[in-house]
């Protein structure tokens, strides 16, 4: 595991930009309002090496009953090295401190991802209950 610290903060916009270029989300990311976004986090971390933003995770939500983990990127030369589990568990952690019983708790996982989040206790409910959404403008 590579030697780095979780901050409990937000990325800065430059930081969280950085981030999503180089996991390949700047097709999909509206980056002038990304400053509103992060600042509208419950709660957001980053993680640090050698004074380098190399990793962040965000939740997002109503901070009552539906909570999102959103954004968890970890730079590709960081990768596979437990930066992303060191984010999650934290994230995580404020989840099990703060939500109430019964809340949602959702995310979107990227191709491959699945089993990592799994192991948190996510699952896909498909039939009964199928995540969709759609992409402005409308």
């Known amino acids: 595991m590579t030697n780095c610290k979780i901050v409990e903060r937000a990325p800065t916009p430059d930081e969280y930009r950085n981030l999503c270029v180089s996991v390949g989300w ?20 980053v993680a640090r090496k050698d004074d380098q933003t190399v990793g962040m995770g965000r939740i997002i939500g109503d901070g009552a009953i539906f909570y999102y983990v959103q954004d968890i990127a970890v730079s ?16 995580m952690d404020y989840i099990k401190t703060h939500a109430p019983e019964k ?8 191709e491959g991802t699945v089993p990592f989040y799994e192991q948190y206790g996510f699952k896909d409910y498909s039939p009964s209950m199928t995540g969709i959404f759609r992409v402005t403008p409308i």
């Open 26 to 45: 700047e097709s999909v990311m509206n980056f002038e309002v990304a400053q509103k976004a992060i600042e509208n986090s419950l709660f957001a971390v």
């Open 103 to 110: 809340a949602f708790v959702g995310l979107f996982a990227a």
């Open 76 to 91: 590709p030369k960081y990768q596979k090295r437990g930066i992303g589990t060191k984010i999650l568990d934290t994230l």
